[in-house]
């Protein structure tokens, strides 16, 4: 196992590598205060003091770390204070973590694989980087996805195993790990049904194990009782309309923008589809679960493009389980046959030419996200502005921003400062409805003098806004209240008079 698992691991690092380092920055805005967070945990413990949004439901009072035990993983990379060196080592730290995080789920699908005995188990993982070039550009982000996969892939490979109490402490953990937790009960419950649709058995350990696990993972924590009221406060705007714009992750993809880049998952899902009628025996129960969680993704995944990073694999490994006994079938028929065309050592040259034809594609894979990962923004976006406000501000000092999504790259150069908003939009909203409004209608440009109220309502010393808010910045230069301190390229630092 180790002889084939090592190169496996050494080839998924090499490939995930080429991904990461086509850019000097991080793929999306979260790693910023992520790898932060690491920084925070690796000097502090392991929970580091964080007052720095006091406007939201994450002030100090309420504070709750949903990525918890993914920020002790990305303390282990995060040693450099970017006051130092500008972040370069912070941010490199970052990119290793998320290169050795992904190839690690890849390396538990291949497990999974193997475990269930499908034929070239390997060359079915390492097509994982060829079905969709956005699922290889969300896993290269530094956030927790990545893991969240993992944890799901082993949870699902115990299930099929049979080893249910090996969910409750894969439950604990997933709790302290990301809040997506949930999704642990929905791959024990597609399992459930369909092991009863298979052999009438209820089996409720499936489904007991981790829930005792989850429950004991918010029991049993350092957060308690604060994750409980966060994960209502942050996962039930979610599930409901809301105004609030939060990020586009949160939108759907347009139909055909789906079908580019993801073209090849979704090929995946119609050919097992098609495998399964293909066979003249029962659906195995491998089979039928992959089947169902490819439909609870599905449909998540057309509800909301961040599910392009659950969907894809699980629908590589719908068809590697449903193909697998045709497969069996012909290798044991190739390998006894007496016909010439049929010889056994055309067994053994069959995954040699698979592995041929997936180079073409693999490279294309390769190429797209390395594209996508390309257009990220600049690695020392705002890094002058902010590197100033940390070397001229003293620490608790009060920034009034004008964007809640600047908040990340801001805190992590100066995570000694107070935000206004971070995170997300409407973990302020949900604290105080009437201040996100005042916040709004001033970053929008519709506030006359701004300074009053920024200064009488939010107590803010200085004001950062980038240089893409203009009708703001009109309303600031003719603001007595308000005096430019700094301007780089792409941020504008004022000072908030009294």
Wanted: net charge neutral; hydrophobic share 55%.
């Amino acid at each position: 196992m180790l002889l084939t698992a090592v190169p496996l691991f050494a080839l998924f690092l090499v490939l995930f590598a080429a991904v990461q380092f086509a850019t000097p920055g991080l793929a999306g805005n979260d790693g910023y205060y992520h790898v932060k967070m690491g920084y925070l945990i690796r000097q502090q413990g392991l929970k580091p003091v964080f007052d720095v949004l006091p406007h939201t439901i994450l002030n100090a009072e309420a504070f709750y770390d949903h990525h918890l035990l993914y920020h002790v993983f990305l303390a282990l990379f995060a040693n450099v204070d970017p006051a130092i060196d500008g972040g370069l080592q912070l941010t490199q730290g970052a990119k290793v973590a998320s290169i050795v995080l992904p190839a690690l789920s890849f390396l538990a699908i291949w497990w999974l694989l193997r475990s269930q005995s499908v034929p070239w188990a390997a060359l079915w993982t390492v097509a994982l980087f060829v079905v969709s070039e956005a699922f290889l550009y969300r896993m290269s982000m530094p956030r927790a996805q990545s893991g969240s996969l993992l944890l799901l892939v082993l949870g699902l490979l115990w299930l099929l195993n049979e080893r249910y109490w090996l969910l409750l402490p894969l439950g604990f953990v997933y709790v302290w790990f990301y809040n997506a937790f949930p999704l642990l009960l929905v791959v024990a419950g597609v399992y459930l049904v369909a092991n009863w649709m298979l052999t009438r058995r209820f089996a409720w350990q499936a489904l007991f194990y981790p829930a005792v696990g989850i429950g004991l993972g918010l029991l049993i924590n350092p957060y308690f009782p604060q994750n409980v009221t966060f994960i209502a406060s942050h996962l039930l705007p979610k599930v409901g309309e809301s105004a609030t714009k939060v990020g586009n992750e949160w939108t759907s993809y347009r139909t055909w923008t789906l079908v580019e880049n993801s073209g090849l998952a979704l090929a995946a899902v119609l050919l097992g589809a098609l495998a399964m009628g293909w066979r003249d025996r029962r659906v195995e129960r491998n089979t039928l679960v992959a089947f169902g969680l490819v439909l609870i993704f599905g449909f998540m995944l057309f509800k909301s493009r961040r599910f392009v990073e659950y969907f894809p694999p699980f629908a590589l490994i719908f068809l590697a389980l449903s193909v697998s006994p045709l497969l069996t079938n012909w290798i044991a028929d190739w390998r006894t046959s007496r016909l010439v065309w049929k010889r056994p050592y055309f067994a053994s040259i069959m995954p040699i030419a698979a592995a041929l034809l997936l180079l073409f594609p693999l490279f294309a894979s390769i190429r797209d996200a390395r594209d996508l990962m390309d257009n990220s923004k600049p690695a020392g976006r705002y890094a002058d502005a902010a590197l100033w406000l940390q070397a001229n501000s003293t620490p608790g000092a009060k920034i009034f921003q004008t964007d809640w999504d600047d908040f990340t790259r801001l805190f992590f150069y100066n995570s000694d400062a107070i935000y206004t908003a971070g995170l997300d939009p409407t973990f302020m909203q949900l604290e105080d409805p009437e201040l996100f409004d005042e916040w709004v209608a001033i970053t929008r440009g519709k506030v006359e003098n701004p300074s009053a109220a920024i200064r009488s309502q939010f107590a803010a010393q200085y004001v950062f806004s980038d240089t893409k808010h203009e009708a703001f910045l009109e309303r600031a230069a003719d603001d007595p209240g308000l005096v430019e301190l700094h301007r780089s390229d792409d941020a504008v630092v004022f000072a908030v008079k009294e």
